[in-house]
């Protein structure tokens, strides 16, 4: 099994809203195969606090143009990980520090990753530099 036509279709427009907003290390992973309440794990980092919240805002924005609103939102109060839940795509916004600490793609290496635009690999090879 992949991740659906429109799981990745969300999961480039929250990457590319990641990459608007300055989200350093964008990846994205195909999880269909190992969990059945989503297709996909799009994860960035944000240097602070405020930008977490900016890249919120921003993947919010325009997933709701696309007609998706989160089924389900964690995190924001704190305003170091956030988890955005679409069903199809879960979206983690983390600060910095707290990616570095759990590293969350290191529990994923195994799934494929999904294919970003290159302004967002671009991005998030600028952001690792």
Request: proline letters at 3%; one cysteine or more.
């Amino acid at each position: 099994m992949t991740a659906s036509p429109r799981a990745v279709e969300l999961a480039i427009a929250a990457a590319e809203a990641a990459a608007d907003k300055l989200a350093e290390d964008i990846l994205a992973f195909d999880v269909s195969d190992q969990l059945f309440i989503t297709d996909i794990f799009l994860l960035c980092s944000a240097s602070n606090d405020r930008q977490v919240k900016a890249v919120v805002d921003e993947i919010q924005h325009r997933l709701k143009g696309l007609g998706e609103r989160p089924v389900r939102r964690e995190g924001e109060r704190e305003g170091r990980w956030v988890l955005l839940d679409y069903a199809e795509i879960v979206v983690h916004v983390q600060h910095a520090e707290d990616r570095m600490y759990y590293s969350l793609e290191r529990l994923w290496k195994d799934c494929p990753s999904v294919e970003l635009p290159e302004a967002v690999r671009m991005g998030r090879m600028r952001g690792s530099a």
